[in-house]
């Protein structure tokens, strides 16, 4: 099954096997925030790609309240303060 065919689920799956795989023995350290963090940034950027810069619509499509939304973009200098 070729990549475009695989569910988001499979290929993170996938990701986190290999990327813990190649610790070789050592134990992560902060995993929860680097997936979030290579997760959510470039989520924000393409639903804000998608939205046309508009922050409520991104907002929205993402099932979040804009505060957040802006607060997400900040954080991932994604947009200026």
Do not use: W
């Not at 925030?33 to 989520?43: D, S, T």
């Amino acid at each position: 099954m070729g990549v475009k065919n695989q569910p988001l689920s499979a290929l993170t799956d996938n990701a986190l096997r290999r990327y813990l795989a190649s610790l070789n023995g050592h134990r992560p350290a902060d995993l929860y925030k680097l997936v979030m963090g290579e997760v959510e940034k470039p989520l924000f950027k393409t639903v804000m790609e998608y939205a046309g810069g508009n922050q409520c619509q991104a907002a929205e499509i993402l099932g979040i309240n804009r505060g957040t939304l802006r607060k997400k973009l900040i954080a991932y200098k994604l947009l200026d303060a």
